[in-house]
């Protein structure tokens, strides 16, 4: 294991190192690993909803085998090895909650989930990669996303405080557990909520900043903007101590369907004024701002997307630029870098700086089900679904809502900033026709033998992905 320098600590606008040293967090985040989401892997819908359907599909011996066996192969030191080549060092981990309490009893800690947590934090230090644990799925759900895996399209973790009181116990036993270690850069409490009162969210970071120093004082705390890390108007005057606040930078123009980026002024701009607005409030601070995601979607010859490399030449465009506005973008203005964690590590092709071969037992396996779900267009994260099947099914229910329902109302709800395309998507697609179609993808898992089960994990270690290495060369380059 590499000897670190201590604890990492905020000292104004700057990370420093245990030594004062000014460090900048550069990486990127497991992803669909401890915490699963449904581009990164292929299943429609949620996390929970998946997992129940293969466990009815494959048994309890082959579920808990075929998820041993993902987890182990997922991140391992030759991915830490690789990892730390680039000139990284920060990995970001999201976990689910329920790697550590079950819903069925949220008062009991579950040291399975730690003995998974542990094997890639442990494997980050040997290599000098801090780490930063952050929660991306509460119970209730703390936004209304798939990602936040709680089934429905609201966000129940703001409306039953017992969900907050165990999410706030659930931090205090993982702030116990790793409060000496140093190659943890701290802690990420909420990923991304979106609480339409926003004083419940400020209430809850009160609560488990005192909880969480109760036990470790040392740690840096990671704290994200309301709005899916994007608003920070209704925080405090007076930062939190020892504290960093986590923005997240996604652009339309690295996603399908927006328009061109060609990197004009006027698109710069936008880049840099969306860039600016987000930590207009931490600049007034002073305090260090973590870009804790951002990044395009990428097209795929696998996926069937045509114009694959002209297509990419403008994503990476985008990125390019993105890095650019980061590389001086220190809230203090003094042209110093920002700290970064790009999204994603590990996936089947549409953002990974690592990716599942094409060749895989993965794609041998689902590939009938990933092109069904493509041309249905279930992900939202890089929905480009066949044109036929949006222009008659969706758009027309999309149409019959626009005419029946009052801007005016469409305004009371929240976030405001979806429209009403967005939600219309959000309930038909990613919620219900994925819950239907969780059985179909599960159904490509029956027969499978134990050695057929192991080689489909296995499509996710190190030695089988493909690099995508364009997209590492800028990253290094940073």
């Not at 925080?235 to 690295?254: C, L, Q, R, S």
């Not at 309930?427 to 033998?449: I, M, N, P």
């Amino acid at each position: 294991m590499v000897k670190s320098t201590g604890f990492l600590r905020t000292k104004g606008s700057k990370i420093v190192d245990g030594e004062g040293n000014h460090v900048v967090l550069k990486g990127t985040a497991t992803g669909g690993h401890l915490n699963m989401e449904n581009f990164i892997t292929g299943y429609p819908g949620h996390e929970t909803e998946h997992k129940e359907a293969l466990l009815k599909v494959l048994g309890k011996e082959k579920f808990d085998f075929f998820f041993e066996k993902f987890f182990e192969y997922f991140w391992t030191d030759k991915d830490s090895e690789f990892f730390a080549s680039l000139g990284f060092n920060c990995l970001r981990i999201p976990i689910n909650y329920r790697h550590f309490i079950d819903d069925s009893d949220l008062s009991t800690i579950k040291p399975s989930g730690f003995k998974l947590l542990d094997a890639v934090v442990d494997s980050c230090a040997k290599y000098g990669i801090y780490t930063v644990i952050d929660l991306h799925a509460v119970p209730g759900g703390q936004n209304q996303d798939w990602h936040s895996d709680s089934g429905v399209h609201k966000a129940l973790f703001w409306t039953f405080k017992e969900f907050q009181d165990k999410t706030i116990d659930l931090w205090k036993a993982i702030a116990e557990h790793y409060k000496d270690n140093t190659w943890v850069a701290g802690y990420n409490p909420l990923n991304e909520p979106a609480d339409s009162k926003h004083h419940r969210l400020i209430d809850f970071y009160n609560r488990v900043e005192v909880a969480i120093r109760s036990v470790d004082p040392n740690h840096i705390l990671f704290l994200d903007g309301n709005t899916y890390s994007m608003d920070f108007r209704q925080f405090p005057e007076k930062p939190w101590p020892n504290t960093v606040y986590a923005i997240h930078d996604y652009t339309y123009y690295g996603f399908p369907g927006s328009d061109t980026y060609t990197g004009t002024e006027e698109q710069y701009t936008k880049l840099k004024t969306s860039y600016q607005r987000k930590v207009d409030y931490i600049k007034q601070q002073g305090v260090p701002v973590w870009n804790g995601e951002f990044g395009p979607v990428y097209s795929s010859e696998v996926r069937g997307d045509k114009d694959v490399e002209a297509t990419n030449s403008v994503r990476y465009k985008v990125l390019k630029d993105q890095l650019s506005i980061y590389k001086t973008g220190d809230p203090s203005g003094d042209g110093a870098p920002i700290s970064w964690s790009i999204w994603v590590y590990k996936d089947i092709g549409y953002q990974g700086l690592t990716y599942v071969s094409p060749k895989s037992k993965w794609f041998k396996v689902l590939g009938p089900w990933l092109e069904k779900k493509k041309k249905l267009g279930l992900d939202k994260w890089g929905r480009d679904a066949d044109p036929e099947i949006e222009k008659t099914v969706y758009d027309p229910i999309k149409k019959h809502f626009k005419e029946v329902i009052p801007e005016e109302y469409h305004k009371q709800l929240y976030p405001s900033i979806f429209n009403i395309d967005i939600y219309v998507d959000r309930v038909l697609r990613e919620l219900l026709l994925s819950q239907y179609l969780s059985y179909e993808f599960a159904d490509a898992f029956k027969g499978l033998s134990f050695e057929d089960l192991d080689e489909l994990a296995a499509s996710f270690k190190f030695e089988n992905v493909e690099l995508r290495d364009e997209l590492n060369k800028y990253l290094s380059e940073y």
